[in-house]
């Protein structure tokens, strides 16, 4: 089955970039989507098909991907982005299949 | 603008089978521009993907639940359901409906509904 792994946590201090990692066999070559969920509430997609930023998601959310590793970075780190962060994907075995997700920590 | 609602009881007794539905609105669940899905999230853990189904009936489930999942679709009640038998506490969790359109990340969902498996 196919698995991505992604750090526990995440620190940013006010103000300055984080990067989430999402590691998988060979995710460049598939499409990768990224949800924000606040305490309580349901994922928002931030970003789908790698790069893509729906409308209403800030300018400082993007995404890369390549080789085996994606990434969402999150440039002028806000208060409002502490929260879970899970990267997904399809894969013809296991269809769809979220990250362990990473906690984001704004210091 | 699509909107999900889901619907159903907050607790089930283990070996049960546990039942939602998704209400669609600002849509319609047989426009063939989503894929109906169901996720869940255990209390402190992540997302996992329960199943989804599409317009036509076709479905897809995590191969780890498939033996006891079932997702269908009324398209009179513009809604879709999930079916989970032979439940245990392990069950217990927060379900989410969502919807993708095809080759895109999941756009919309709903608020979740708790699960609780408890005798």
């Known amino acids: 089955s196919y698995e991505l792994t992604q750090p526990l946590s995440v620190s940013v201090a006010l103000g300055q970039t984080a990067r989430i990692t999402c590691g998988g066999n060979?995710?460049?070559?598939?499409?990768v989507h990224w949800y924000q969920q606040k305490p309580g509430q349901a994922p928002v997609l931030v970003i789908y098909?790698?790069?893509n930023r729906p409308s209403g998601i800030p300018e400082r959310f993007s995404g890369s991907n390549s080789g085996n590793t994606a990434t969402l970075t999150i440039s002028r780190a806000q208060a409002g982005d502490e929260a879970d962060y899970y990267c997904?994907?399809?894969?013809?075995?296991?269809?769809?299949?979220f990250g362990t997700g990473t906690k984001v920590t704004v210091l | 603008q699509v909107q999900l609602q889901e619907s159903g009881p907050g607790l089930v007794k283990p070996s049960e089978t546990l039942s939602l539905t998704c209400t669609v609105s600002?849509?319609?669940?047989?426009?063939?521009?989503?894929?109906w899905s169901w996720i869940r999230q255990p209390p402190g853990k992540g997302l996992e993907w329960i199943g989804y189904?599409?317009?036509?009936?076709?479905?897809n489930y995590n191969p780890s639940l498939k033996s006891r999942v079932t997702i269908s679709v009324d398209t009179s009640k513009n809604q879709f359901s999930l079916k989970l038998s032979s439940v245990t506490a392990a069950d217990t969790a927060v379900y989410y409906c969502?919807?993708?359109?095809?080759?895109?990340?999941?756009?919309?969902w709903g608020q979740g509904t708790s699960v609780t498996v408890s005798s």
């Open positions: 969502a919807g993708d359109p095809p080759n895109g990340g999941m756009d919309v």
């Open positions: 600002g849509g319609s669940v047989s426009s063939g521009s989503y894929y």
């Open positions: 189904i599409y317009y036509s009936g076709s479905t």
């Open positions: 060979n995710i460049g070559s598939k499409n």
């Open positions: 098909r790698d790069s």
């Open positions: 997904q994907v399809w894969d013809s075995s296991t269809f769809y299949v």
